[in-house]
């Protein structure tokens, strides 16, 4: 009995790590929502362990361990997809703002990137 106290608590307080906001989240509602389903569907099956071997059989998957397994696995993939697709948009965007400002700094003053890209040669400047 104690475990399932300790465990609720813990997902719980990882529930509501996730959900706080984080400031520029997108779809912050949605991602809420699901947080939300994920801790309920996790207390039920914490406090009614039976209910998980039920679904699986209704589903065709022999235990309910089993059905938590592949569910993680798919929830895995999906969380490595969106991170890929979020590293892709960011390196993207880095690329973009190195090339705006290369090429601002290359027009402001043509003289002054001249001597910064000079050796330094040990001569004090004019």
Known sequence: MWIQILLIAAVIA????????????????IRRLLYGGFVLVAIVSILFPQW?????????????????????????????YTQSRRNAAQQRSLTLLARKLALLQASQDPQDGARRAAPDDGQPED
């Not at 065709?60 to 999906?78: E, Q």
């Open 14 to 29: 990882i529930g509501a790590v996730f959900m706080r906001r984080t400031g520029a989240d997108s779809h912050l509602a």
């Open 52 to 80: 998980l071997t039920w679904v699986a059989n209704l589903v065709g998957v022999g235990r309910g361990t089993d059905l938590l397994l592949y569910a993680l696995v798919v929830i895995f993939m999906v969380f490595v």
